[in-house]
């Protein structure tokens, strides 16, 4: 049940609310396919710290992961899935509404003078 005047998170995914998966997230959606390194560079994150967030998208089906080889080197390329590309709309759309209804309770109540300071 939801309370007078609370503020809906219908939209939000849980997973996304990590500032890291949501930086992954929101890179990827301005790229079709990146390379792992330029992702990790990007982002700021170690080798295994992103394998660890990439593995996580990757178990929601955020994120499609390719592995393979540029000559001898292997590489690994990463894309928003559209499973994921609909998730990040969603959150973004469902952040931008708690902005906008907080910002409207805000100015309703606005008042002229605060408490008085000593």
Avoid: C
Wanted: proline share 3%.
């Amino acid at each position: 049940m939801r309370r007078h005047g609370a503020m809906a998170t219908e939209g939000l995914q849980q997973t996304l609310l990590d500032p890291t998966r949501f930086s992954i997230v929101s890179l990827l959606a301005a790229t079709d396919w990146a390379e792992f390194g330029f992702v990790r560079d990007t982002v700021g994150l170690s080798d295994s710290a992103l394998s660890k967030q990439v593995a996580t998208l990757a178990n929601l089906e955020f994120v499609e992961v390719v592995k393979g080889y540029v000559g001898k080197r292997p590489r690994t390329w990463i894309r928003l899935s559209t499973t994921g590309r609909s998730a990040l709309g969603r959150h973004i759309t469902a952040l931008q509404h708690i902005a906008a209804t907080a910002a409207e309770h805000g100015i309703a109540h606005r008042v002229e003078r605060g408490p008085a300071t000593a």
